[in-house]
């Protein structure tokens, strides 16, 4: 009666085997297909400033007279009627606006002033190198480097896509170096660019 018993030991514990290499392989096979995370999203944008450049329209409202557009001089400011001229670069519209509300309030009861953004001379940004349309592009709000690449008609042949740098207006800051194939697979954020950008595509 020995006998059966080992062969019935041993087939129990080759079933055993059987059955812990199969849940081995299906916790292997689930692990391997676990998604990867997705790159975090780029940080929200800063509200707009208005720059030298900009043309803005200031619309006051039952005052024509007061209403309409006007340009940012190189020194900051704007001429607005019965003000006069008000600084307006490095301030948001909806700031600016309150400015002229307060402004014209000793001429108007209660002014009702808005201020929108036309034009935006201010924000420009710039792609040199091996892109097919290289040149100074108008920066357009959450503009990014593949959004940027794509308005330039994109690489050349010889562009060296890994040696890509973006230099910020503060020349003191170390140039944003984009991984162009990582951006592209979806395994970086896209760059958010900033006013008078320089992209530089060896």
């Known amino acids: 009666m020995e006998q059966p018993r080992r062969w019935w030991v041993s087939r129990r514990r080759g079933r055993g085997g059987a059955i812990s290499a199969a849940v081995l392989l ?8 676990r998604p990867v995370s997705a790159p975090d999203p780029p940080p929200p944008a800063a509200p707009y400033q208005i ?3 900009d043309t803005l329209e200031i619309i006051v ?14 020194d900051g400011m704007i001429t607005v009627a019965l003000i006069g001229d008000v600084p307006a670069s490095g301030l948001t519209p909806e700031t600016l606006a309150e400015n002229l509300r307060t402004g014209l309030s000793r001429f108007i009861d209660n002014p009702n002033v808005v201020v929108r953004v036309g034009a935006t001379g201010s924000r420009r940004y710039f792609i040199v190198g091996n892109v097919r349309a290289p040149g100074a592009y ?6 990014t480097f593949l959004q940027a690449l794509s308005v330039a008609g994109g690489f050349t042949e010889f562009a060296d896509r890994g040696a890509v740098r973006i230099i910020r207006q503060n020349g003191s800051a170390p140039p944003v170096r984009p991984d162009y194939n990582t951006i592209i697979r979806g395994e970086a954020a896209d ?3 900033e006013p008078n950008d320089t992209i530089v595509v060896p």
């Open 26 to 33: 299906v916790l292997t096979s689930c692990a391997s297909t």
């Open 51 to 53: 720059g030298a450049g």
């Open 61 to 74: 409202w039952n005052e024509d007279k007061v209403s309409g557009p006007v340009q940012v001089r190189p």
């Open 138 to 143: 108008d920066l357009r709000a959450d503009q």
């Open 191 to 193: 760059i958010r660019l």
